[in-house]
């Protein structure tokens, strides 16, 4: 399915679990931790600016955010996780809302999971992975940031994801960078491909 990236628009933020509407799209997740680029990845993506806010603070986007690419697709941003300062209430909130949209029967068509590729996985990331491996959804790895590591360093992180990351060898994966590009067209085409 080819899909028109520059006509995506701002369907809906939900904060709560009582927000959610009814799943009438294909939904394509972008999951990840805060602060690993995600905003920054959706914007590339969709060849806008400023769709996705990107925060200068990490823990602030706070909404499951739905974006309408067409009458059939959304891309949804969830919440990124695992930023320290924030409440415990604040992590029990995100937990529920994120737990009651997987939970909601939607059409998930893929789940884009974002690692930081100049860091092992945290504790939040594994977790994540195994949910998904555990929920039998389709998901692929989007390793990002990769504009800030030297090839070596990158070949070298790669080699440690692959004892890190569990199933990691038959998990898609691509490399990107928001701030070059890098791994953009791949990435559509890996979404496209998911699609169909």
Same mark, same amino acid.
């Given at each position: 399915?080819?899909?028109?990236?520059?006509? *995506?628009?701002? %369907?809906?933020?939900?904060?709560?679990?009582?927000?959610?509407?009814? /799943?009438? =799209?294909? %939904?394509?997740? =972008?999951?990840?931790?805060?602060?690993?680029?995600?905003?920054?990845?959706?914007?590339?993506?969709?060849?806008?600016?400023?769709? +996705?806010?990107?925060?200068?603070?990490?823990?602030?986007? +706070?909404?499951? /955010? =739905?974006?309408?690419?067409?009458? %059939?697709?959304?891309?949804?941003?969830l919440p990124g996780y695992g930023y320290a300062k924030v409440s415990k209430a604040e992590k029990q909130r995100w937990k529920e809302l994120v737990g009651a949209y997987f939970s909601s029967?939607?059409?998930?068509?893929?789940?884009?999971?974002?690692?930081?590729?100049?860091?092992?996985?945290?504790?939040?990331?594994?977790?994540?992975?195994? =949910?998904?491996?555990?929920?039998?959804?389709?998901?692929?790895?989007?390793?990002?940031?990769?504009?800030?590591?030297?090839?070596?360093?990158?070949?070298?992180?790669?080699?440690?994801?692959a004892e890190e990351i569990p199933m990691f060898e038959s998990i898609a994966k691509v490399v990107t960078s928001a701030e070059k590009g890098t791994g953009t067209g791949e990435l559509k085409?890996?979404? %496209?491909? *998911?699609?169909?």
């Amino acid at each position: 399915m080819k899909l028109n990236y520059g006509q *995506a628009k701002l %369907e809906i933020s939900c904060g709560t679990a009582k927000q959610l509407e009814e /799943n009438k =799209f294909l %939904e394509v997740v =972008f999951s990840g931790r805060s602060n690993v680029g995600k905003s920054s990845l959706l914007n590339k993506i969709l060849g806008r600016k400023a769709l +996705a806010r990107v925060s200068s603070a990490p823990g602030k986007t +706070a909404t499951i /955010n =739905f974006y309408r690419l067409s009458e %059939e697709v959304c891309f949804v941003d969830l919440p990124g996780y695992g930023y320290a300062k924030v409440s415990k209430a604040e992590k029990q909130r995100w937990k529920e809302l994120v737990g009651a949209y997987f939970s909601s029967g939607r059409e998930i068509a893929l789940v884009v999971q974002l690692i930081d590729c100049r860091h092992s996985p945290s504790a939040q990331d594994l977790q994540m992975i195994n =949910f998904l491996i555990d929920g039998e959804f389709p998901f692929l790895l989007a390793f990002t940031k990769a504009d800030k590591l030297s090839k070596s360093q990158l070949a070298e992180r790669m080699e440690a994801f692959a004892e890190e990351i569990p199933m990691f060898e038959s998990i898609a994966k691509v490399v990107t960078s928001a701030e070059k590009g890098t791994g953009t067209g791949e990435l559509k085409s890996l979404i %496209e491909s *998911a699609l169909a």
